[in-house]
């Protein structure tokens, strides 16, 4: 049972950050997320930071990243997200393995 | 004000855990793939417990994860939990006045263990009953307990798998984050948000690698999304 001091440092940085966007709601005034363009600018928040999050990995590892990241993302449109995943590691793997 | 006699507590716990669990039961797959993921960087089980019990929201620890360096670099992860967890303020500005009920230090340990599927219970409970504390408490005690508990046990289970590499294993968490970006499908300007970020970020990659891209092309989707013409604000 071993615990790094930078790991745990790390893991409260990350609640550090967390409780405070969780509490932040509290004192949120709700005029602040009534302009138009705050709200857009919120809420895009999430999917902006996880596309910029994958697209290196998408766009500039190599083919069968790309084509396994557009079988997921179509899979992603009808599919549970467990299935999602099943799907994406799968394709991966065999593209690569045909890949070489 | 209600004259309707109150349920007590225990019902409205067992309630809360009820409406929780198919939730409770669909995450267990990613919470042993979290766990496997973060055995594979290194991570004890101890270490998994602390941080799925402390931070509990798994998108931010995929990505954490994702990101994770040895030495881990706190400020790399730290900012990363910030920017994906910015929406629970946006979740906690809504639910926050659905829960008058509470006692002011209730609310804030609601608050603390606001995650997305204990949010959308209590958004829709609060939409057709009084949202109490203890079916609050059903609600988040049910799913932190089940996170904690399967995260942790991915560790062992996921020590035991070998190179994740070799099955595609280290692709779940782009295949991950493609669902969870799927799922903000129907949020306003979400093509053009997601593709000014990706392009930002694999063009800042090229330039700068490492962390900085991810802030550069949230930054950027994020500009996008606030200075498109808010077209149709009326129907929104």
Redesign the interface.
């Given at each position: 049972?071993?615990?790094?001091p930078?790991?745990?440092?790390?893991?409260?940085?990350?609640?550090?950050?967390?409780?405070?966007?969780?509490?932040?709601?509290?004192v949120?005034p709700?005029s602040a997320?009534r302009h138009?363009?705050?709200r857009?600018?919120?809420?895009?928040?999430?999917?902006?930071?996880?596309?910029?999050?994958?697209?290196?990995?998408?766009?500039?590892t190599g083919w069968p990243?790309t084509v396994?990241?557009l079988l997921?993302?179509v899979a992603?449109?009808r599919l549970?997200?467990?299935a999602?995943?099943a799907?994406?590691?799968?394709?991966?793997?065999?593209l690569?393995a045909v890949a070489g | 004000m209600t004259v309707s006699p109150e349920p007590s507590p225990w019902h409205e716990a067992r309630a809360g855990a009820l409406a929780i669990l198919p939730a409770a039961v669909?995450v267990v797959?990613?919470a042993l793939?979290l766990g496997a993921l973060a055995a594979e960087k290194g991570?004890?089980?101890?270490?998994v417990a602390?941080?799925s019990g402390?931070?509990?929201?798994g998108?931010?620890?995929f990505?954490?994860l994702?990101l994770w360096t040895?030495?881990?670099?706190?400020?790399t992860?730290?900012?990363?939990?910030?920017?994906?967890?910015?929406?629970?303020?946006?979740?906690?500005?809504?639910?926050?006045p659905k829960m008058e009920g509470f006692h002011p230090l209730g609310?804030?340990l609601a608050?603390?263990l606001?995650a997305d599927e204990i949010w959308a219970m209590a958004e829709r409970r609060a939409a057709v009953a009084r949202l109490t504390p203890a079916f609050y408490a059903g609600l988040a005690g049910l799913l932190y307990v089940n996170w904690v508990a399967f995260t942790t046990a991915g560790v062992v289970v996921g020590a035991r798998l070998g190179d994740p590499a070799?099955?595609?294993?280290?692709?779940?968490?782009?295949?991950?984050?493609?669902?969870?970006?799927?799922g903000?499908?129907h949020?306003?300007?979400?093509l053009p948000?997601?593709?000014?970020?990706?392009?930002?970020?694999?063009a800042t990659?090229?330039v700068l690698p490492g962390p900085v891209?991810?802030?550069?092309?949230?930054?950027?989707?994020?500009?996008?999304?606030?200075?498109?013409p808010?077209r149709r604000?009326a129907a929104a």
């Amino acid at each position: 049972m071993s615990l790094d001091p930078a790991t745990l440092t790390a893991i409260l940085a990350m609640a550090a950050a967390t409780i405070f966007t969780r509490l932040a709601g509290l004192v949120m005034p709700a005029s602040a997320l009534r302009h138009p363009r705050a709200r857009a600018a919120f809420e895009a928040v999430p999917a902006a930071v996880l596309a910029a999050l994958i697209a290196p990995t998408v766009l500039a590892t190599g083919w069968p990243e790309t084509v396994a990241a557009l079988l997921t993302a179509v899979a992603a449109l009808r599919l549970p997200l467990i299935a999602v995943v099943a799907i994406g590691v799968v394709a991966a793997a065999l593209l690569r393995a045909v890949a070489g | 004000m209600t004259v309707s006699p109150e349920p007590s507590p225990w019902h409205e716990a067992r309630a809360g855990a009820l409406a929780i669990l198919p939730a409770a039961v669909a995450v267990v797959p990613f919470a042993l793939l979290l766990g496997a993921l973060a055995a594979e960087k290194g991570l004890s089980p101890l270490e998994v417990a602390l941080m799925s019990g402390l931070v509990f929201a798994g998108g931010s620890q995929f990505v954490a994860l994702d990101l994770w360096t040895t030495p881990a670099a706190w400020l790399t992860l730290g900012s990363a939990a910030l920017l994906v967890n910015l929406r629970h303020i946006l979740m906690g500005a809504s639910i926050t006045p659905k829960m008058e009920g509470f006692h002011p230090l209730g609310r804030v340990l609601a608050l603390l263990l606001l995650a997305d599927e204990i949010w959308a219970m209590a958004e829709r409970r609060a939409a057709v009953a009084r949202l109490t504390p203890a079916f609050y408490a059903g609600l988040a005690g049910l799913l932190y307990v089940n996170w904690v508990a399967f995260t942790t046990a991915g560790v062992v289970v996921g020590a035991r798998l070998g190179d994740p590499a070799a099955y595609g294993f280290d692709f779940a968490f782009t295949a991950i984050f493609i669902g969870l970006i799927a799922g903000f499908r129907h949020t306003r300007g979400f093509l053009p948000t997601i593709v000014a970020a990706g392009l930002a970020a694999v063009a800042t990659q090229a330039v700068l690698p490492g962390p900085v891209s991810i802030a550069v092309g949230a930054a950027a989707g994020v500009a996008v999304a606030a200075l498109l013409p808010a077209r149709r604000e009326a129907a929104a």
